[in-house]
Nanobody, 127 residues
Framework: QVQLVESGGGLVQAGGSLRLSCTTSGRTVTRYFMGWFRQAPGKEREFVAAIRWNGGNTAYADSAKGRFTISGDNAKNTVYLQMNSLKPEDTAVYYC????????????????????WGKGTQVTVSS
């Protein structure tokens, strides 16, 4: 089992920045894919970014490219999502997800590919 706890959400003005953290516990996740997803009210959960921990491979949704950066800190068992130039449409609950690394696949962007999920952290961007 892998436990994921998100933090760092909050209220920020448009153009501002936030850094989300996802702290992992349980099994060692150094051979895992780690992802960030978000869900706005009335909308489906959507992919934001993902990383192959210890491999460095990353993937981003078009909406996140150039503004968001995903990274991992092995020593702290934590994955980060640095979000800059935030827009009101970035308002959502952000979820951290993890799934065991599969060498036959690229960094997954589908929610169905992830086995473990955190409970989410709210990000609200005011205009």
């Amino acid at each position: 089992q892998v436990q994921l706890v998100e933090s760092g959400g909050g209220l920020v003005q448009a153009g501002g920045s936030l850094r989300l953290s996802c702290t992992t516990s349980g099994r060692t996740v150094t051979r895992y894919f780690m992802g960030w997803f978000r869900q706005a009210p009335g909308k489906e959960r959507e992919f934001v970014a993902a990383i192959r921990w210890n491999g460095g491979n990353t993937a981003y949704a078009d909406s996140a490219k150039g503004r968001f950066t995903i990274s991992g800190d092995n020593a702290k068992n934590t994955v980060y999502l640095q979000m800059n130039s935030l827009k009101p449409e970035d308002t959502a609950v952000y979820y951290c997800a993890a799934t065991p690394y599969n060498p036959t696949t690229v960094v997954p962007g589908a929610a169905s590919a992830y086995r473990y999920w955190g409970k989410g952290t709210q990000v609200t961007v005011s205009s």
